[in-house]
């Protein structure tokens, strides 16, 4: 089984009654056991313990038997880490871009988007891994202050992980419109462009079609476009 790195996790076992306490044990290579920092003098059925915040394939807990020093229960399984680090409670990205959705840890996970809280997820992509995957956000999404991300490990479900929110705003420019607009030196034109959640543009040219390195207005009112 999987285990999400970095949680709470209650660990259960079943004792006799003539066992007072228990130890518990940890192996993150599933051989070389140490204690478990506090895990002593168990009375209970019960412990809960945060994991660690690292990938171990194998790992393995034992429960121990401190009087009789008897093995009573051990199991192994995995701990997965998964953590959305980009996009984080700061980020704006903008429709008609692309951005890097980034976590950390291993194995593919499959990618969603929201802005309800989770009631609906919109998928992303399928299988995305390395640890960052590029989103190239359509422009018929709508602009908002509420969209999440969550990062979900494409062989197991249960293992994800949900981004904070954060924003996606909405600017595009509708003239000029296409590389056929022709516009006279010495004349005056209109730029034009629609906008959602934009307070202030600022207005730059390229001559070469690449740089955009001439400034022709900043701080201009978004609302005027």
């Known amino acids: 089984s999987n285990v999400k790195a970095n949680i709470g996790y209650t660990i259960s076992f079943v004792k006799s009654s003539n066992v007072e306490s228990v130890k518990i044990e940890f192996a993150s290579d599933g051989t070389n056991f140490v204690q478990i920092p506090g895990a002593v003098n168990i009375t209970e059925t019960t412990y809960n313990w945060t994991t660690p915040n690292e990938n171990y394939a194998g790992a393995k807990l ?26 984080d409670a700061a980020t704006i990205w903008m429709t008609g871009k692309s951005f890097n959705i980034e976590w950390e840890g291993s194995g593919a996970v499959q990618l969603h988007w929201t802005t309800d809280g989770g009631s609906n997820w919109n998928l992303i992509a399928t299988s995305a891994s390395g640890g960052s995957y590029s989103w190239n956000i359509s422009d018929a999404l709508s602009a908002g202050s ?57 207005i730059y040219y390229a001559s070469d079609g690449v740089n955009y390195t001439r400034l022709v207005a900043e701080g201009v009112n978004g609302s005027l476009g």
């Open 146 to 202: 509420n969209y999440q991300i969550r990062a979900r490990l494409a062989a197991d479900n249960t293992i994800l992980d949900i981004s904070p929110i954060f924003k996606i705003k909405k600017l595009q420019l509708t003239q000029p419109n296409t590389a056929a607009t022709n516009w006279m030196i010495g004349k005056g034109y209109e730029i034009k462009w629609t906008q959602s959640m934009v307070s202030e543009v600022d």
């Open 62 to 87: 034992r429960v121990i038997d401190e009087a009789a020093g008897n093995i009573i229960g051990e199991v192994a399984f995995n701990i997965v880490k998964i953590k959305i680090t980009k996009p």
